[in-house]
């Protein structure tokens, strides 16, 4: 280790008292010891917030999102508070995970990292977070204002009725929201539009949800309503082709009961929300030895199906579609500005 660091300036690199022949195995291992004393995370985040705020390379907006690590193998060490747990992954579900969260200043610069149990929800740790980091800025007497973007996992009521968090913000408004599925539903031809570029358009209002007053920015992707569409054209054909298969099958079962018919159809009526199906039920005869007449013997069903054209051009009418929510109420910042930090946009 000495000779990697014999034609490298340590003295610019460690401090002037450092030299090549000091830095050896052991004072790796010391070092690599005491950092795990004082916590990796914390370390980084004092060396690199402590940096960037002294050469004030920490941007207006930052950016926060975690992503998931997932492991292999049966058995891990028990980590303390931080456990190898199944999660909430976008990939491998069949594997543990650990989450990390990562908060970089604009050119993605890292200031503050931190790993969890795999099991976390990214609403929790994405509001622990910000509070970690103005505690940070408090003890190194950091006075920027800075404004944290952030994906649709940081807007709840619980977010925003949290009085330990003071900074601004810029996140997605969840589509699960009343409100939002009002504004997200108007036809395009009702909306003015504020055109950005050939691909982005947007239109403005003001909103108070939870009692906190917000600046609502509905804003259309072209190119991601025409991709969206055709997933969904794909989606449907693949679905139909499968009602097809469930519903010939279905007419053909026997039920021994009414209920029981009924039961059936509700799981496959939900299992396709996009398609109208309808239930005509008629009676099943057999004949039996000993009967002159057949003898019902259960109850079978007629279907008729086709697609739910209202449903899908509501849902249509919403592809390409989402909602950029901030707290930043002044003029300054503009819309096009709060649009063009947001992830889906960058």
Not at 1 to 8: E, H, P, V
Not at 74 to 83: F, H, L, M
Not at 87 to 112: E, M, N
Request: with cysteine; hydrophobic share 35%.
């Amino acid at each position: 280790m000495s000779d990697f660091f014999a034609d490298k300036p340590t003295s610019v690199l460690f401090g002037k008292e450092v030299k090549a022949k000091y830095l050896n195995d052991d004072v790796l291992l010391r070092s690599l010891d005491e950092i795990h004393t004082y916590g990796p995370s914390e370390f980084f985040t004092d060396v690199a917030l402590k940096i960037l705020a002294d050469f004030d390379l920490i941007s207006k907006f930052t950016h926060m999102d975690s992503s998931p690590t997932p492991l292999y193998g049966r058995k891990y060490p028990n980590g303390g508070n931080v456990q190898v747990r199944y999660g909430h992954s976008k990939g491998r579900k069949d594997l543990k995970q650990l989450v990390d969260l990562l908060i970089t200043s604009d050119g993605g610069i890292p200031f503050y990292e931190k790993t969890y149990s795999g099991n976390v929800s990214d609403r929790e740790i994405f509001q622990e977070s910000i509070i970690a980091v103005q505690e940070y800025f408090k003890k190194y007497n950091y006075n920027k204002k800075i404004v944290t973007v952030a994906d649709t996992a940081l807007y709840s009521k619980k977010f925003l009725l949290n009085k330990k968090i003071n900074g601004d913000w810029v996140t997605r408004v969840p589509e699960t929201i009343d409100k939002a599925k009002f504004i997200l539903s108007k036809d395009h031809s009702e909306v003015s539009w504020t055109k950005i570029n050939d691909n982005y358009k947007y239109c403005e209002t003001e909103m108070t949800y939870a009692g906190v007053k917000q600046r609502w920015i509905k804003v259309c992707n072209r190119k991601a309503k025409y991709k969206e569409l055709a997933t969904l054209d794909k989606k449907l054909k693949k679905q139909e082709k499968a009602l097809e298969k469930k519903v010939q099958a279905f007419m053909n079962r026997v039920f021994d009961t009414h209920e029981a018919l009924k039961i059936e159809f509700k799981r496959l009526k939900n299992a396709y929300p996009l398609f109208e199906i309808r239930n005509n039920i008629i009676g099943h005869y057999k004949k039996k030895r000993g009967k002159k007449k057949p003898v019902k013997v259960g109850v079978k069903s007629c279907i008729g199906y086709n697609r739910d054209n209202k449903k899908i051009a509501e849902l249509k009418n919403r592809k390409g579609i989402f909602i950029v929510a901030t707290n930043i109420l002044d003029e300054e910042t503009t819309a096009e500005e709060l649009v063009s930090v947001y992830p889906v946009v960058a």
